[in-house]
């Protein structure tokens, strides 16, 4: 864990970050770019890209609600 503070550290990079770090574009062109907008607290992105990035999570608990659901109903 030391290694990473030092990083941290050195870099003068915090653990919350201030604006969105979704990436937009591709890496390899140049127009690349971070949205940068406000983000959500305790959250590396705004609230739009919340939204994006965490929907796999909830559309998963969503379908394993669905199949006990179905299987009560069985
Ligand atoms: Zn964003």
Not at 12 to 31: A, L, N, Y
Not at 35 to 42: H, I, M, R, V
Request: aromatic share 10%; net charge neutral.
């Amino acid at each position: 864990m030391s290694i990473i503070k030092n990083y941290f550290k050195q870099n003068r990079v915090t653990h919350t970050f201030s604006s969105c770090q979704w990436p937009i574009g591709d890496p390899q062109e140049k127009d690349f770019h971070f949205c940068e907008a406000d983000t959500l607290t305790g959250k590396p992105y705004c609230q739009d890209h919340c939204d994006v990035a965490y929907i796999d999570e909830r559309e998963l608990k969503k379908e394993k609600e669905a199949q006990k659901n179905r299987r009560i109903a069985a």
